[in-house]
C-alpha cells in the first residue's frame, strides 16, 4: 500500500487505518549503537515537546534518554523490533495506550503537521471509506420495532456524512435504537460529533465534546450540527466491550455525560488522548498523544479508567441484554394493546434459548 501524509486529529492510533499505514516489513540490517542512541534522543525530544502533559514529558523523555546513554536495547536486532519494544515501553511507562512506534521508511510529515488532506487524498480517503462501508458494520430493524447500527470506527467526516444520513432515516421509524460500539477503535471527534447531532431535538446545539492541542495550546470544540434531514427521539442503549477505545469511548462516553443513552456491556479500554505521527529517524514513526478530551458536563474524560457502563454485561451477552432493556422500558408506555401485546411477545422471545442473536467476537 504507498504511502500517504497524515491528518493527525484523529483520536485512534488504531481506527486511523484510513490515514496510518504500514508499508509492510521492509527488510532491514541489524541496528548499531549509535543509530539506537540517535533515535532515541530524537524520540526524547519530540515526546518532550509535544505529549499533552508538559511534566510528564519531561519525566519520560529524561527516561528516553537514560535508556539511550545504557544502550538499554543492545539486544535488538531489527527497526521492526526496536519499534515494537519503544512502543510498549512507552505505553508502559506513561499508562497511555495511545503511544506507539511502527517502522514505516515512506513516512512522509506533512510540511505543516495540521493541515487538511490534498485533493488526491481526498479521493483516496473517500474510496477507503467506500471499501469499509464508512465504518458501518450492520444496520437492521429488529423485531419489536427496534433499530441496530454497529459503527466500527469514524472516519473523516467528508468522507462518512451521507452514510450517517441514510442510516439514520433508515432508522428514524424505529421506538428504540441500540447502537453498537463493541467493535469500535475510533477515529475523527468531528464524525463523533455529527451522529451525536442526530439524536438531540432540532435547535439544540451544545458542545459535545472539546480537545485540547498542547503543541499550538488551543481548545477546539466539537458542536452538533444544523441542517440534519432527521431527528432521532426515541430511547437509546449503546454497547461497549473492553476492546472498544478512543473515539468509540467518546462516542459511548458522550451518551452517557449527555443522558442521552444507556450504556450496556464492558468497561472499555480507556484511551482518551489524540495523537500526531512524528518521524525519529531511521524509518520510525512514533504516534505521541499531543491533546486531551474535556467533557463539558464532567470536565474531564475516560483516559486510564474507561467508560463506565450502567448496565454491566458481557461484551458477547450485551446485545440480548440492551435488546431486552429497550423492550421493558417501552413497555411502561406502549401506545395501545396492539403494541403492548406485540413488545410481550417480543420479550419473551428474547429470553428464550432459540432465539439467535449474531456472535460477537473482539475485532
Known sequence: MKSRKRTPFLTSAIATGLLLFSLGAQAAGALDAAQRKA???????????????????EQLAAEIRKRADQDAYKDVVSPQAFAERLGKDLQALSHDKHFRVDF?????????PFQGPSVAEVAEIKADAAMRAFGIGRLERLPGNIGYLEIRGFGPTFSVAKAYEAAMLILSGTDGLILD????????PESVAL????????????????IYNRPENATR??????????RYGGKVTVLTSSDTFSGGEECAYDFQTHQRGTIVG????????????????????????????????????????GVQPDIRAKAA??????????????LEKPRDDEHRDTLQKTLEKTRSPKTLFPVYYPG
Open 39 to 57: 533515535s532515541l534522543y530524537t524520540l526524547a525530544d519530540k515526546v518532550a515537546a509535544n505529549y499533552v502533559f508538559p511534566d510528564k514529558a
Open 104 to 112: 514505516e521508511p515512506g513516512f512522509v510529515p506533512d510540511a505543516k
Open 181 to 188: 460500539l463493541r467493535r469500535n477503535h475510533g477515529g475523527s
Open 195 to 210: 451522529l451525536m447531532s442526530y439524536f438531540f431535538p432540532e435547535g439544540d446545539n451544545r458542545v459535545i465534546n472539546s
Open 221 to 230: 470544540a466539537f458542536w452538533t450540527q444544523d441542517n440534519l434531514s432527521v
Open 266 to 305: 464492558e468497561t472499555t479500554g480507556g484511551g482518551a488522548n489524540p495523537v500526531a505521527p512524528h518521524s525519529i529517524q531511521i524509518g520510525l514513526v512514533a504516534a505521541i498523544p499531543f491533546g486531551r478530551a474535556v467533557n463539558p458536563v464532567t470536565g474531564t474524560n475516560w483516559e486510564g479508567k
Open 317 to 330: 451477552d450485551a446485545l440480548p441484554v440492551a435488546y431486552q432493556h429497550l423492550l421493558q422500558q417501552l
